[in-house]
């Protein structure tokens, strides 16, 4: 569960930090699944393509977004694209 994905004392996940950075956080219905699958995404590959990125979140849907805020921070994350 989400509650299991933490950070540093006191810090967010990074996965969590970078959604946030990002302003990848809607509603919060949805946020869970994608913190908790991009998490194991991230411990799998340090860093995944975007093709990685879309399969591992193909099991959660927002009905918030374009997931463009959310793509773009774990892009990010990957060290893909520029803060």
Sequence with gaps: TVEGVTG??????????????????????????????????????????????KEALAGNVCRCTGYGAILRAFERLAGREAP
């Design 8 to 53: 540093s004392e006191g810090e967010l996940h990074p996965v969590q930090e970078a959604m946030r950075q990002a302003g990848a956080v809607q509603c919060g219905f949805c946020t869970p699944g994608i913190v908790v699958a991009a998490a194991q995404l991230f411990e799998q590959a340090p860093s995944p393509s975007q093709a990685q990125i």
